[in-house]
Nanobody
Framework: VQLQASGGGLVQAGDSLRLACAASGRTFINMGWFRQAPGKEREFVAAVRRDGSSKYYAEFVKGRFTISRDNAKNTVYLQMNTLKPEDTAVYYC??????????????????WGQGTLVTVSS
């Protein structure tokens, strides 16, 4: 299984970006996004279950970010609006078959993308 993430870049505060991550091979129950800011640990951002309707977000992105998936394309998206400088990080997509209650737990994700850098200037 390989994950290919795209869509990162340099934007100004208040702008939007859309990340995409295409998975090759198998499909997975959970598709998610995590991020790692400079000097910080990697953290959960958002995830979506196979049905496409069950979505979970970290508190700090609720109302600004939207996750979605296209099962036919085996692709997960992250629409990021009203970006803030503190959103600057490398964003990683990941896939796994963990239970719903552990959807934000990194260890339940089996495969990870290479990361795409998002830089938000003030």
């Amino acid at each position: 299984v390989q994950l290919q993430a795209s869509g990162g870049g340099l934007v100004q505060a208040g702008d939007s970006l859309r990340l995409a991550c295409a998975a090759s091979g198998r499909t997975f129950i959970n598709m998610g996004w995590f991020r790692q800011a400079p000097g910080k640990e990697r953290e959960f951002v958002a995830a979506v279950r196979r049905d496409g309707s069950s979505k979970y977000y970290a508190e700090f992105v609720k109302g600004r970010f939207t996750i979605s998936r296209d099962n036919a394309k085996n692709t997960v998206y992250l629409q990021m609006n009203t970006l803030k400088p503190e959103d600057t990080a490398v964003y990683y997509c990941a896939v796994g078959n963990g239970i719903m209650s552990a959807i934000s737990t990194q260890s339940t994700y089996h495969y990870w993308g290479q990361g795409t850098l998002v830089t938000v200037s003030s």
